[in-house]
């Protein structure tokens, strides 16, 4: 979604745009080599294009995208196509617990302020007690740690997991967030924790009109359909703040994504593919 926040960069609120500004994109580095830039990686490439032939609302009357669900709903209900209609809201907070490093040998265990045990604490209860807020299609994940000294000979002083939560009513983040800032208020195992936001953003609703578009094309081409919610973010929902956008699901195997065993079967691309067809082709008739 880099070069669709730079595209829509314009067009995007405040506390969004200021990742992605151009001049920041290209100058971002490399994780393999830690020296070469994006935009030496996008000269080289072939594919750097010009800007005017960028998405613009002058010259395009609206945008629909296409993807896999990433997800199991689809497959599970039965569903070929996805008529997705919002991205979802979320935010990021980092929470870290700050402890004291000993050497692992020699320091008694009542005394330690052990940072990695700390979080494990507090995450469990975090667990506990966002499952207890009982919120129908709430998901929240941590999937990215740091620790500190990160080795196996000494206790960690530092320890710093992220809290992903997503659902479509701001109202649900909001009993959310309430729970992983009250573990701030108390020590885990001897360590502070302390809670930064990272970032957030609100629900993103596609254009009722291309929607129903989208809806009425897989009912005339016959495809098993369904509306769906989109609990990733997306090029679309950057491109929505500009035009008129929508997009269609197909279905992921076993609800696989982001690894080798991704796989969507050629029927239900193509599936997809004509549900596109058939409802730009509406919206062109529109216009």
Known sequence: MMCSGVVCYDYLPEDIRAKFRKEDML???SILDGVS???EA???SGFKGEENNRLSPARYRCMFETHIEQGPILEDSGDKIGVVDCVLGMFNYRLRFYGQTVHAGTFPMPKRRDAFYAASLALCRLHEEIDRLGIPDLVYTTGEVVCHPCVHTCVPDYFDFSVD???ESPEALQKVLKVVLSLTEREWAGCRCEAVKAWNRDTV??????VSYVKEAAEELGVRHRYIHSGAGHDAQFAAYMLPTT??????KDGLSHCEPEFSPVSHCTAGASV?????????ADD
Do not use: C, P
């Open 27 to 29: 100058l971002s580095k």
């Open 37 to 39: 830039t994006f935009g």
């Open 42 to 44: 996008l000269e080289k």
């Open 165 to 167: 939560a997503r659902h």
């Open 205 to 210: 609703y596609w254009d009722k009109r291309l």
């Open 247 to 252: 997009m269609i699901f197909v279905q992921s």
């Open 276 to 284: 596109i067809l058939n409802a730009v082709l509406k919206a062109d």
